[in-house]
C-alpha cells in the first residue's frame, strides 16, 4: 500500500515551516547578550576602549588567547618606548571574528602584530561544522548581529541549525528576563578583574599553575605533527587583512604564537612549517617576528592550556618578543 500524496507532499512543507519557524527564532533573539557570551564581549570592548584612548601610533599584538596569555603589552610598551595593546582574544570565536574585531582597535598608522594559533588556521567560515562549537555561536547571535544578518541566507540558515535549542531558548527568554553572571569566589584565569589597562590577562603566575589540565598535559598541536596547507582559509583570511592593513596605511607583523613542546613532535616537520609560515608572509610583504623552535617552550612553563603560558613566562617571551621587535621597527 502506497503513501498518500497528500502525505508525501506534507514532509517537504513541513520541513520548509520547520526551517521557517527556527530562522524566526534566531531573528527573534538575535542581538540578545547572554551570560555564557559576556566574557568574550566584555574582553573585545575593553581592548578596543584602550586603543581608542591612544591617539599617537600604536602596536596592536592580535590574536587568540595565546596572544592574550603569552604577551605582555607593558612590558614590551616599556621595552620600546610605544604604546602597545594586547588585542589578544579567544579563538573560539574564529580567526575571521578576530581580525574583524581587531580592525576596530587600530587607527591609520598604527603597526599590528597578528599571532594566529595554529588552529586558527583551519577556522574558517567555510567549514564552521568542523570547528564552531557554542562559543562561536553564542558570540555571533548575541554581540555581532549586524555580521549574522549580512551573511548569505544559507550561511544564517547553517548557523541556526548549528546552533543547539537550549541557546535560542536562552536567547529568546533574555529579551524578558536578562541573563545574570555569577560570580565565584575561587581564583578563576578568566576574570576580566585580571586585565590591565592594555589589554594583558595577569594572575595567572606558577604558584596558581593547576596540578591537572588535560589540554596543557596530554593536547598535541596537529599542525606540528602532520603539516601544514597553505589551501587553508585562514591564509585567505589574513592576505585580505593584508589588503585592509596596506589601504588603510597600517603595518602587519608577524609572530609564532608560544606553546607547550612535545617530544613527538618531528624536528623536521617543525622546520617545515616553519618555512611555510615565513614564506606566506614574505610574499605579502609580511615581516616575521622571532622563530618557531623558540616559541616552543617545556609544559611546566605553561599554566592550564598548551597555548597559556603562566604570568612569569610571558614575561620572558615579551622580552624576547621586544628584542625581535626593536629592529624591524627601527627599519621600517
Known amino acids: 500500500m502506497g503513501f498518500p500524496k497528500k502525505f508525501l507532499c506534507a514532509i517537504p512543507i513541513g520541513m520548509v515551516v520547520g526551517l521557517l519557524v527556527l530562522m524566526s527564532a534566531v531573528r527573534f533573539q538575535l542581538g540578545v547578550p547572554t551570560a555564557s557570551s559576556a566574557w568574550i564581549k566584555e574582553l573585545t570592548s575593553r581592548k578596543q576602549n584602550a586603543a581608542a ?4 601610533p600604536k602596536i596592536i599584538l592580535l590574536g587568540g588567547s595565546a596572544t592574550l596569555f603569552g604577551l605582555n603589552a607593558s612590558l614590551i610598551e616599556s621595552e620600546l618606548g610605544l604604546p602597545v595593546i594586547n588585542g589578544g582574544l579567544h579563538a573560539g570565536i574564529g580567526l ?4 574583524r574585531e581587531g580592525k576596530k582597535m587600530i587607527t591609520p598608522g598604527d603597526t599590528v602584530v597578528i599571532y594566529p594559533e595554529y588552529e586558527l588556521l583551519n577556522f574558517g567560515e567555510k567549514n564552521r561544522q568542523q ?4 562559543t562561536y555561536l553564542d558570540y555571533i547571535l548575541s554581540h555581532d548581529a549586524p555580521y549574522y544578518e549580512g551573511l548569505p541566507i544559507y550561511d544564517q540558515l547553517e548557523i541556526a541549525l548549528m546552533t543547539p535549542l537550549e541557546r535560542l531558548a536562552r536567547g529568546i527568554k533574555g529579551k524578558w528576563i536578562p541573563e545574570q553572571l555569577k560570580e565565584g569566589s575561587d581564583y578563576n584565569p578568566y576574570d576580566l578583574m585580571w586585565l590591565n589597562d592594555t589589554g594583558d590577562m595577569t594572575g595567572h603566575i606558577a604558584a596558581r599553575r593547576p ?3 588535560e589540554d596543557r598535559d596530554r593536547r598535541e598541536c596537529e599542525v606540528l605533527r602532520k603539516g601544514i596547507s597553505l ?7 589574513i592576505s585580505e587583512f593584508k589588503q585592509w592593513a596596506d589601504s588603510n596605511q597600517v603595518r602587519v607583523l608577524a609572530g609564532f604564537p608560544s606553546m607547550a ?6 624536528p623536521t616537520m617543525i622546520d617545515s612549517v616553519e618555512m611555510q609560515l615565513k614564506k606566506f608572509y614574505a610574499d605579502r610583504g ?3 617576528v622571532g622563530n618557531l623552535r623558540e616559541s616552543l617552550m617545556p609544559q611546566v612553563d605553561f599554566f592550564d592550556t598548551i597555548y597559556h603560558p603562566t604570568e612569569e613566562t610571558s614575561l620572558r617571551i615579551s ?3 621586544a628584542s625581535g621587535l626593536r629592529p624591524i621597527l627601527d627599519a621600517l
Do not use: C, K
Not at 53 to 56: G, N
Open 261 to 266: 613542546h612535545r617530544s613527538s613532535y618531528d
Open 286 to 288: 609580511i615581516n616575521v
Open 131 to 134: 570547528w564552531a562549537a557554542i
Open 53 to 56: 584612548a591612544i591617539s599617537q
Open 231 to 237: 589551501g587553508e582559509e585562514g591564509f585567505d583570511l
Open 319 to 321: 622580552r624576547r618578543t
Open 96 to 99: 575571521a571574528s578576530i581580525l
Open 211 to 213: 596540578l591537572i589540565a
